[in-house]
């Protein structure tokens, strides 16, 4: 058999799939982005060489959700969002949305109920996207979280159901309020028990978005995928063309990084078997982590681009900095540790740490952007949300929590707004609410999620 053979998507619910293109070579699979010379041909297609489902509709794009957790709050000063004569203006730690700010809602008042009163850091997280009660003890019990309940639902139009991403170890043992620190280690469970899994290692991720495996893992994928690659490319339109170049340079351009990390995460492995030490309990780099914060963060997020890119998946999140983070931050020169600088939250050095934050957040904004789909780009079809799990680090106030999305779920959602329901009332100002709405919007319709059983009004 070729193994560069263009071939189907596996069997699991074929049926389900929307139409698409997979490049297979030896070890890999590499789904491509949407191509208008596929979804209108891709009948007459798919006889030749079984690269597209025919049996799926070439009507709709898919509709994405991504969220991104920065820990310990935000600077006040300047997180902020109003409606002005000209549009939607922002506050300095949001400034880097500004290209994008047509997109981007500013919602502000909104709470966790049941995250409040319980004591401070893992109470405030471990059910964020869940709005259930979490339990002290050994025993951790909590809720399902809404990126989840979408992934069962969604995941079964894709390859991979989502990705669960982290820039930070989890912590292990327990806080003195006696609730575990895997509620401040995780956002996204998978049911009331157990969290997802976080991946740490962009080599990983990478690996997992293209079925990289076995040997050839150390050989370029697109080296693996060329010919098959050239031969799609004579065959679809000029423009198809120039958007499989891009997509296929973008794909060598995170690849070329994730080939020294992987020679990085290997020798640090080596070093665990001979020290006996488990990796989690290393520092930076020799866990295998990169060194530089900011090449972990956009790698991380390259990943999820290209996910949403090629929808392998349409659900993602990516905890930039947990909860009690131990990030130190040299290139925004500050000198304390995360936590440690949001106790001065108000200070200019924590204001760079979170615009550095919301910076990962513009960047994928931006690249999904730059992803044509259809009459409208990629963040038109998806939703992508920034949350921490208190607006106070100083104070351990989350009686409000800082929200921002950006993106409209295919003109489901309507942007360029600030929204501000602190004074509406505590049963409509949940963010539980918030999840229903947006829910909705991706057809995962609930009678009641978390602790809310009516959506966010002004949506």
Known sequence: MNPHRLSPAPQRAAFQFPRRTFLRGVGVTMALPWMESINTLGAAVAPQDGSVDPAAPATGHPQRFAVMFMGCGVNMDHWWGKNGVSGLELGKSLQPLDP?????????GLFNK???????????????????????????HGGISMDQVLANHLGQQTLQSSLVLACEPPMTGYHETNFSNAYSSHISWQNADSPVPNELFPSLAFDSLFENRGSARNISILDRVKERAEKLGRRISAADKGKLDEYLTSVRSVEQNIERLRATKARAESRSRETGRELFTMKRPDNGLPED?????????????????????RVASLILARDLSSLYYPFLDVRDGHHGASHNDLSDG????????????????KRLEAMPEGEGTVLDNSCLMFLSNMMSGTKHDNRKVPVVTVGGLGGTLKTGRALNYLDAGDDNRKLCSLY??????????????????????NL
């Open 350 to 365: 924590y204001e760079r740490i979170c615009r550095f934050h919301l910076g990962q957040l513009a960047y994928l904004a």
């Open 293 to 313: 914060l900011r090449e972990h963060a956009r790698l991380m997020v390259d990943i999820i681009a290209l996910a949403f890119q090629t929808d392998k998946t």
């Open 100 to 108: 994008v700010k047509s997109k981007v809602n500013v919602i502000h």
């Open 436 to 457: 229903l709405g947006i829910m909705d919007r991706m057809g995962v319709r609930l009678d009641h999620f978390g602790d809310a059983d009516h959506r966010l009004a």
């Open 114 to 140: 049941r995250a409040t009163g319980q004591g401070i850091h893992p109470a405030m997280t471990g059910n964020l996207l869940s709005g259930v009660p979490i339990q002290k003890g050994a025993i951790i």
